[in-house]
C-alpha cells in the first residue's frame, strides 16, 4: 500500500498534537492552570525513545509503556514538589502558571543537557536526529502511521469510559465543576489533580516518544509545540476535553496539509510561515469566540432548548 | 703707493672676512641641540600576560569535536611553542556554545568582552558572524572565523576569515553540475547569510551554463518538520524529470546545515527524491557522521559536496587529523584545519604585535596569515581579510565491497581557473560513470 508522505505527516502530527491538546486541557480542568510545560514531557518521551533505539539497540515501541510511566511519574513529581506547594502556601492561578512557565525551562535545558552528555560518552548525533529507519514496516507502510492513529483513538475511548463510568473519572468531572463543593462531597481535590497530572502528564511523554519515528527532532522540539497544543485545546473550548479532540486535529492538519496546499497556491515562501498558523487559530478564536467550539455549541444549545420551550409554551397555549 | 696698495689690500681683506662670516653665519645650518632623553624599552612585553580567546562554537553539537580540539591539541600545541620562544605568555581558550542562534552568539561576544577577553574565534556560521561584527567592530575586538563564507560579509572590517567565500564554492557546484550532465536543479536551502549568499551566485552561475533552475525551496533555519517542504521538492522533482526525459538531467542542489541529515534521512519516503542526485556544500561531504546517522541512503543520492581541498600531503595536516581521529574518533575536514589555522594565527599575530590586544592585532593579521602555512596550506588572506580562491575537492559517498558506506573523493575543482576534473578513475572504482555530454 503506498500513501504519500504528506498525507502520513498529517495524520501521525494531528494524532499527536490532539492527544497532548487533551492532556493540555485536562490539566487546565483539573488544576485550573494553563501548563505551559506540557509540550516538554513529549521532549522527555523523544529522548526516551531515541535512548532505547540507539544506545540500547531495542525496538522504540519498548519505549510506550517505559514512556507512559516515566512522563506520568515525573508530573506527579512535578505537582508535588511545585504546583502542589505553591497552592498550600497560597499561590494564586498567575504564581501557578509562572511556575509552569519556569518548570518548562528547566525542563527543557535538562533534555538538552542530556543530549549534550549522550554526544560526549556515546558519539552519537543528538540532536537534530530522525528514527524512521528504526521505524517497522506495516503492509509497506510506516508502523508510526497507524500507530499514532490507534493511539489517539485508543486514548479518546479510554479517557471517555474513564470520565464517564468511573468514580475518579467522576470526581475528575465534579472537581473540574467546582472544587470546593467537590471536596464538601468528600472528594480528595489533592488526589484527583495528582492522578490528572501522572495521566496528563504520561499521554504527552507517549505522544513524544511516537514523534522522533517520523518527524526530526532535538531537545528543543517538545517545548516548541506548545503553540500548536494550545491552539488545539482552545479551539475545542478549554473547558472541554471532547473539544479538545477536534481542535488538536484540526491545527494538527492545518499545519501540515494546509501549509502544503498553501505553497503549492501562492509560492513556495508561504512555507516559512507554517508557525504562524496555530498563532493565527490562536488569535482568530480568542477575537470571536474565547470559549472555542465548546461556546458555540453550548450556545447552539440553549438556542435549541429555548426554540423548544417556546413550542412547548405555543402549543400548551392553543391547548389552552 | 705700496702703502696705498697694502691699506687696499687690508681693507678689501677686511670687508671680505665681514662679508664672508656674515654669510657663512646666515647659511651655516643650525646647531642641533642634543637632548637626553630616557627610553624605556620592555625586553619581553607579553612576559607574564595571558592571551585569553574566546572560542564559540556554531552549535552544541559542535562541542563533540571542537572540545577535545581545544583542551588536547591546540591550547597544548599553542603553549608549548610560546613557551620555547620564551615569551613567558599563557594561551588559555575558553569555550562556549552559541546555539545556533545569531542572538546567542552576540550574547557571548558581549559577555567574553565583559571579562576583557578581545579575540575571538567564533562567527562559524554567516548569520552568527553578522550579528556580532558591529558590536565587534565598535569594540575593537578581533573576529576571527574558521567557516563563515557569505559574500554578503565582503567587507574592510574586524572579521577574518580563512576560508574562501562562496564567491568560489558556489560556481563549483554549478560547474560540478554542469559537468556531470545535469539539464535541471532544484534548490533546497536554509534562509540565512550563508545560504542566501550562495543563492545569489549560484543563480547566474547556473544560468551562464544553460542549467534551468527549476525551483528554490526556502526554509528557515528553525524548521525541525520537513514534511510539506520535502512533498514540494518531489512535485518539482518529478515535474524536472517529466521535463527532461530522465533522472539524470535532474538534481537537488542543497544548501544546509546539520539539519540535512535528518530530512536526507525523511526523503526516503519520497520516491522520486530518495534517488535523484544530490549536490552539498562542505556541510554535506566528507563527514563520519553523515555515514552514521544516514548511510546506505547516501549512496543512491551520490551527494557530490564540493569540499574546500586540505593540505593533504602536507606534515602539518596529517599530524592534526591523526590527533584528531584519537582523540575525537572522526577524521580532521577542512573546517578542523581552519580552526588550528585561525588559532595559531591569533597567536601568532599577538606574538608579533607584542600585546594581547586586540587592537594591536588586527592591523598586521593578514601580513602574518600570508606568511602562515598551517594544516590548511598557505593562508593567504585578501584585502577584505578573506582567504583567497583555492582548489575545493568533490567527495562522494559510496559502499565498499565489505557492505560498509564511505566517503571517497571523486575530483577537484580549481578556483583560480574555474575547472572541474573528476576522477573517472575514482568514479570507476565504485562503478560510477559520468554520463557522455551531449
Not at chain 2, 558556489?170 to 560540478?176: C, F, H, I, K, W
Request: charged residues 15%.
Amino acid at each position: 500500500m503506498e500513501i504519500s508522505a504528506i498525507y502520513i505527516s498529517t495524520v501521525v502530527y494531528s494524532s499527536l498534537i490532539t492527544v497532548l491538546s487533551i492532556g493540555f486541557t485536562l490539566t487546565y480542568l483539573t488544576a485550573k492552570i494553563p501548563n505551559f510545560a506540557h509540550g516538554t514531557y513529549a521532549g522527555i518521551g523523544i529522548y526516551i525513545t531515541f535512548s532505547l533505539t540507539r544506545l540500547m539497540g531495542l525496538s522504540p515501541y519498548v519505549s510506550i509503556p517505559i514512556a507512559f510511566l516515566f512522563g506520568g511519574a515525573l508530573s506527579m513529581l512535578i505537582f508535588i514538589l511545585v504546583i502542589g506547594t505553591l497552592q498550600k502556601i497560597g499561590g494564586g492561578a498567575i504564581v501557578l502558571t509562572i511556575s509552569t512557565l519556569a518548570i518548562q525551562i528547566f525542563m527543557t535545558a535538562a533534555i538538552g543537557i542530556y543530549a549534550f552528555w549522550v554526544l560526549l560518552t556515546f558519539h552519537t548525533y543528538t540532536q537534530p536526529f530522525i528514527l524512521r529507519d528504526n521505524d517497522i514496516q506495516i503492509s509497506g507502510l510506516p508502523g508510526v502511521f497507524p500507530f499514532a492513529l490507534i493511539f489517539c483513538i485508543a486514548t479518546v475511548i479510554v479517557l471517555h469510559f474513564l470520565l464517564t463510568k468511573t468514580n475518579m473519572g467522576i470526581a475528575m468531572r465534579a472537581t473540574a465543576e467546582d472544587p470546593s463543593l467537590a471536596s464538601v462531597l468528600g472528594i480528595n481535590i489533592y488526589r484527583v489533580q495528582l492522578f490528572s497530572w501522572f495521566l496528563t502528564g504520561g499521554l504527552a511523554c507517549l505522544a513524544g516518544s511516537l514523534l522522533p519515528l517520523w518527524f526530526s527532532s532535538s531537545p528543543i522540539t517538545g517545548s516548541g509545540m506548545i503553540t500548536s497544543i494550545m491552539a488545539g485545546s482552545l479551539l475545542g473550548g478549554l473547558d472541554n476535553i471532547y473539544g479538545a479532540i477536534f481542535g488538536g486535529f484540526v491545527v494538527g492538519t492545518s499545519e501540515q496539509l494546509l501549509t502544503y496546499m498553501l505553497v503549492g497556491l501562492f509560492g513556495n515562501y508561504i512555507g516559512e510561515y507554517r508557525p504562524l498558523i496555530p498563532m493565527i487559530i490562536l488569535i482568530i478564536v480568542l477575537i470571536f469566540e474565547p470559549r472555542g467550539l465548546n461556546g458555540v455549541y453550548e450556545r447552539w444549545q440553549v438556542r435549541k432548548i429555548s426554540k423548544a420551550r417556546v413550542v412547548e409554551k405555543s402549543n400548551a397555549q392553543e391547548g389552552a | 703707493m705700496e702703502q696705498k696698495s697694502l691699506t687696499l689690500v687690508i681693507v678689501m681683506l677686511v670687508v671680505g672676512l665681514a662679508i664672508g662670516g656674515g654669510l657663512g653665519y646666515v647659511m651655516a645650518p643650525t646647531k642641533e641641540v642634543v637632548k637626553e632623553v630616557q627610553v624605556t624599552v620592555t625586553k619581553n612585553p607579553l612576559k607574564d600576560a595571558t592571551l585569553k580567546i574566546g572560542d564559540i562554537v556554531a552549535s552544541t553539537a559542535g562541542l563533540e569535536t571542537e572540545k577535545p580540539l581545544i583542551d588536547k591539541i591546540m591550547v597544548p600545541d599553542l603553549n608549548e611553542y610560546v613557551s620555547a620562544l620564551g615569551f613567558g605568555m599563557k594561551v588559555q581558550i575558553l569555550l562556549d556554545d552559541a546555539q545556533s542562534q545569531p542572538s546567542i552568539h552576540l550574547e557571548k561576544v558581549q559577555s567574553f568582552k565583559s571579562q576583557g577577553i578581545t579575540q575571538i574565534m567564533g562567527g562559524r556560521w554567516s548569520s552568527q558572524a553578522q550579528g556580532s561584527i558591529s558590536y565587534m567592530n565598535e569594540n575593537n575586538m578581533i573576529l576571527v572565523s574558521s567557516s563563515s563564507t557569505s559574500p554578503l560579509l565582503k567587507q574592510k572590517d574586524n572579521l577574518f576569515r580563512i576560508c574562501p567565500t562562496d564567491l568560489v564554492q558556489a560556481p563549483a557546484n554549478a560547474e560540478m553540475m554542469k559537468t556531470w550532465g545535469i539539464k535541471g536543479v532544484i534548490i533546497f536551502m536554509r534562509i540565512d547569510p550563508w545560504g542566501e549568499g550562495l543563492y545569489q551566485v549560484i543563480v547566474p552561475a547556473l544560468q551562464e551554463r544553460g542549467i534551468e533552475l527549476i525551483d528554490a525551496i526556502k526554509y528557515a533555519p528553525e524548521t525541525t518538520d520537513f514534511s510539506s517542504y520535502l512533498q514540494k521538492l518531489e512535485d518539482d522533482v518529478k515535474a524536472g524529470v517529466a521535463k527532461y526525459g530522465d533522472k539524470k538531467y535532474v538534481a537537488v542542489q542543497i544548501f544546509s546545515f546539520d539539519e540535512q541529515i535528518t530530512f536526507l534521512t525523511a526523503a526516503e519516503s519520497y520516491p522520486t527524491i530518495k534517488d535523484i542526485i544530490w549536490f552539498s556544500t562542505e556541510s554535506g561531504g566528507r563527514d563520519q557522521r553523515y555515514i552514521n546517522e544516514i548511510g546506505e541512503p547516501l549512496v543512491a543520492k551520490r551527494m557530490f559536496s564540493s569540499y574546500m581541498g586540505v593540505a593533504e600531503t602536507s606534515w602539518k595536516f596529517i599530524n592534526l587529523d591523526r590527533r584528531f581521529l584519537a582523540e575525537t574518533a572522526q577524521t580532521a575536514g577542512f573546517y578542523t584545519g581552519t580552526t588550528h589555522d585561525g588559532l595559531w594565527l591569533m597567536v601568532l599575530s599577538t606574538l608579533e604585535a607584542g600585546s594581547t590586544d586586540a587592537k594591536d592585532v588586527i592591523p598586521i593579521f593578514i601580513n602574518v596569515a600570508a606568511n602562515y602555512f598551517g594544516a590548511t596550506g598557505w593562508c593567504d588572506l585578501d584585502e577584505f581579510g578573506d582567504r583567497k580562491a583555492q582548489v575545493f575537492d568533490i567527495w562522494g559517498y559510496y559502499k565498499d565491497t565489505d557492505g560498509t558506506v564511505k566517503f571517497r573523493k571523486y575530483g577537484e575543482y580549481d578556483g583560480r581557473v574555474i575547472q572541474v576534473k573528476w576522477d573517472d578513475a575514482a568514479l570507476a572504482a565504485v562503478g560510477l560513470q559520468r554520463p557522455a555530454l551531449g
